[in-house]
């Protein structure tokens, strides 16, 4: 069975630093483009960052700089440092995969109906 689980959201104060980690099982992670979207209230999901199996990443123009990109094939794990946070950063963030696909780095994130298989989310909230 394909899952990804994400965990390490919590309600933090801006200025403070999270990583959100993305467990993946069942489908070759090593050959899968990885995604992180995040939603808040009343908002459209948006793409925030995604990495290629080679390890290429991109970001929005909204977290770049700020958000970082990692992976531990030896667990099949991406992970995404958050730091510094603000307030609008303040979202469910879901975890996403697309087996083998490979997306160029000044495309863009792949959009999130292209996308196969989704965590449940974990949310953040940054309290100014």
């Known amino acids: 069975q394909v899952q990804l689980v994400e965990s390490g959201g919590d309600s933090v104060q801006a200025g403070t630093s999270l990583r959100l980690s993305c467990e993946t099982s069942?489908?070759?992670?090593?050959?899968?483009?990885i995604g992180w979207f995040r939603q808040a209230p009343g908002k459209e999901r948006e793409g925030v960052a995604a990495?290629?199996?080679?390890?290429?990443?991109t970001y929005a123009a909204s977290v770049l700089g700020r958000f970082t990109l990692s992976r531990d094939s030896a667990r099949n794990s991406v992970y995404l440092q958050m730091n510094p946070l603000t307030p609008e950063d303040s979202a469910i963030y879901y975890c996403?995969?697309?087996?083998?696909?490979?997306?160029?780095?000044?495309?863009?994130?792949?959009?999130?109906?292209?996308?196969?298989?989704w965590g449940q989310g974990t949310r953040v909230t940054v309290s100014s």
């Open positions: 996403s995969a697309r087996p083998l696909h490979w997306r160029g780095v000044g495309a863009g994130i792949l959009p999130a109906s292209d996308f196969e298989y």
């Open positions: 990495m290629n199996a080679d390890d290429t990443s």
């Open positions: 069942g489908f070759a992670f090593k050959l899968a483009y």
